[in-house]
């Protein structure tokens, strides 16, 4: 039982982690010391998916408390965008600026050079993305399934990565309003398509990433910065506009 508790206090622990654009469920996982222990449990499910083993009570257990973490825990972030947006996207965007040297240390072989390539190529994809879907007043309301499937994916697969904050690339695709409001009123579509995007990503992505970190570990990280940093020009937007 004690174990079990365990698992659902890191998944709900996870669970806030992800509410926030810079800080990543991953490293929370790191710190408590539980991160290896899950990636191994993910493997173990997906290697066999229909016989029940202790990892797949790891996984459902941590998954339960994250799912808990987020619903209860997004009523209070949609209610802080809605009354102070700007101060709120104000504090993400010095969260993701925070994460920068921590991720800059925290690679070995990440130079300056590739640093400054990473922030060049980052802005750039930021600021494109902002003049293709600029940020309106009324995005929050509008969440397409495609939308849920593709954040939810997302969400799952970043949150694998430690140092990326799933939330962070919701942020970058323009969804995370959207997505956190949808959590906090329990819009079913919304979350079905949430829950089938993780599911996929959880499966897929533990996998790719694993194989792309291990065999392109320099090309990951610079691929990784430059979509961090590319939410820095779409943050400021919002800050801007809303």
Do not use: E
Not at 21 to 46: C, D, E, H, K, W
Not at 126 to 146: E, I, N, Y
């Amino acid at each position: 039982m004690k174990q079990w508790l365990s698992w659902f206090s890191v998944g709900w622990l996870v669970g806030i982690a992800q509410l926030i654009p810079g800080v990543s469920g991953s490293t929370v996982a790191v710190v408590l010391n539980r991160y290896q222990p899950f990636i191994q449990a993910v493997n173990g499910v997906v290697a066999a998916p229909f016989r029940f083993r202790l990892s797949h009570g790891v996984v459902g257990v941590t998954v339960l408390g994250a799912g808990a973490s987020l619903v209860i825990n997004a009523g209070v972030m949609a209610w802080l965008l809605d009354q102070y947006s700007v101060g709120v996207y104000g504090v993400f965007l010095v969260l993701i600026l925070l994460s920068v040297p921590v991720l800059y240390r925290k690679w070995t072989g990440y130079r300056l050079p590739h640093l400054v390539g990473s922030a060049v190529c980052g802005f750039l994809l930021g600021w494109l993305m902002t003049a293709v879907c600029p940020p309106s007043s009324d995005a929050a309301t509008q969440l397409s399934v495609v939308d849920s499937v593709l954040s939810g994916f997302v969400a799952m697969g970043t949150m694998v990565v430690p140092g990326i904050s799933g939330s962070m690339m919701l942020v970058f695709m323009g969804t995370y309003d959207a997505i956190v409001l949808a959590v906090a009123q329990l819009n079913v579509r919304a979350l079905m398509g949430l829950g089938v995007g993780a599911v996929w990503g959880g499966l897929v992505m533990v996998k790719l990433v694993d194989f792309v970190l291990k065999r392109f570990p320099l090309l990951s990280y610079c691929v990784i910065m430059s979509l961090v940093l590319a939410s820095v020009p779409v943050l400021w937007v919002h800050i801007i506009v809303l």
